[in-house]
């Protein structure tokens, strides 16, 4: 039973489109994050959420909207995709407060924009 | 700017001998440090970490040393097998007032390692 699962694992569009990653964490963590490994291979936060609550939006354009229905589930959604927004997106969780900085990351969700 | 630099990009090792992952950092507001592994289509997984207030931190095949004057951590994994193939991620983060992390993490850009039977 994966403890952080983000759906879909390929994503390939056209730019322009709007499209959505969905992250479920079953560990009962306080936090999730979103990271993006881009093609130089760093991975850089994009987003935080502590119980529902936005608490890190690094620079990232206002296209990139994340939405946490419930402290599970922290969803990604790219509207006007951009060529330079391929990259594999990572979700994570952590035990805030607790937790140092030892998140748990999903497999990741390779986009595509051609 | 790259605040967490892995200057070596890949690294290959001998099954059984001691493998070491290096890593440096800019930012002297770091206190905490991690290693993670990724294999590939898999997602980062959390291996060992340390704080500023310690030099060293050991488990099991795995050691962490932190040299802060230099600003410089090293992973060592003795010995060495070949499962232990996969990328290493070095990342930093500056603990809050409450003792624990916002979780943003600040990572290099990785060593891959292989280990030849």
């Known amino acids: 039973d994966t403890a952080v699962s983000q759906t879909p694992k390929y994503l390939v569009t056209q730019m322009g489109n709007d499209k959505s990653i969905k992250c479920e964490q079953n560990?009962?963590?306080?936090?999730m994050y979103w990271y993006k490994q881009d093609s130089k291979k760093f991975l850089k936060i994009m987003f935080s959420?502590?119980?529902?609550?936005?608490?890190i939006n690094e620079t990232v354009p206002n296209r990139f909207s994340p939405k946490s229905p419930d402290k599970a589930h922290l969803n990604l959604h790219i509207n006007s995709l951009e060529l330079g927004d391929s990259a594999v997106y990572f979700c994570?969780?952590?035990?805030?407060?607790?937790?140092?900085?030892?998140?748990?990351f999903g497999e990741g969700s390779r986009l595509t924009v051609l | 700017d790259q605040q967490v630099k892995q200057n070596s990009p890949s690294l290959s090792v001998q099954e059984g001998r001691i493998s070491i992952l290096n890593c440096d950092y800019t930012?002297?507001?770091?206190?905490?440090f991690l290693w993670y592994k990724k294999y590939p289509a898999e997602g980062p997984t959390f291996l060992i970490s340390?704080?500023?207030?310690?030099d060293k931190n050991e488990d099991g095949r795995f050691t962490v040393f932190l040299n802060k004057s230099a600003k410089h951590l090293s992973l060592h994994i003795v010995p060495s097998q070949p499962g232990d193939s996969a990328v290493y991620f070095c990342?930093?983060?500056?603990?809050?007032?409450?003792?624990?992390?916002?979780?943003?993490?600040?990572f290099g850009k990785g060593t891959k390692l292989s280990v030849k039977p």
């Open positions: 990342a930093a983060t500056e603990l809050m007032n409450y003792g624990g992390s916002q979780g943003n993490l600040i």
């Open positions: 959420y502590n119980n529902k609550e936005l608490i």
């Open positions: 930012n002297s507001m770091f206190d905490y």
């Open positions: 994570a969780s952590s035990q805030d407060a607790v937790g140092r900085g030892e998140l748990f």
């Open positions: 560990l009962g963590h306080d936090t």
């Open positions: 340390i704080s500023s207030i310690k």
